[in-house]
Nanobody, 114 residues
Framework: VQLQASGGGLVQAGGSLRLSCAAS????????MGWYRQTPGKQRELVAT???????NYEDSVKGRFTISRDNAKNTVYLQMNSLKPEDTAVYYC?????????WGQGTLVTVSS
């Protein structure tokens, strides 16, 4: 499977960004799609995930600010990020769990200035 992420960039605190990630190639068996993020010197952490049935899961610090959604027909997952904070600055990685195996795409940088 190939994962193509887009939508990162520079935004001021309080602003919004929308990330997109399209899965292509061998897409059979993708049960979960989502996003992780990583900052230098820290482990990659889960941001949000969504199952094919629409069940969502969010990291506590983004609850109420970020919304994950998924278009199963397009094999695409979205992350709407509102009320962004400087601490949200990170490289965001698209994620899928395919037949029980986690896979990540290339990262997209989100920078939130104060």
């Amino acid at each position: 499977v190939q994962l193509q992420a887009s939508g990162g960039g520079l935004v001021q605190a309080g602003g919004s960004l929308r990330l997109s990630c399209a899965a292509s190639g061998s897409i059979f068996g993708i049960a979960v799609m989502g996003w992780y993020r990583q900052t230098p010197g820290k482990q990659r952490e889960l941001v949000a995930t969504i199952t094919s049935g629409g069940t969502t899961n969010y990291e506590d610090s983004v609850k109420g600010r970020f919304t994950i959604s998924r278009d199963n027909a397009k094999n695409t997952v979205y992350l709407q990020m509102n009320s962004l904070k400087p601490e949200d600055t990170a490289v965001y990685y698209c994620y899928v769990r395919q037949l029980g195996i986690p896979r990540w795409g290339q990262g997209t940088l989100v920078t939130v200035s104060s």
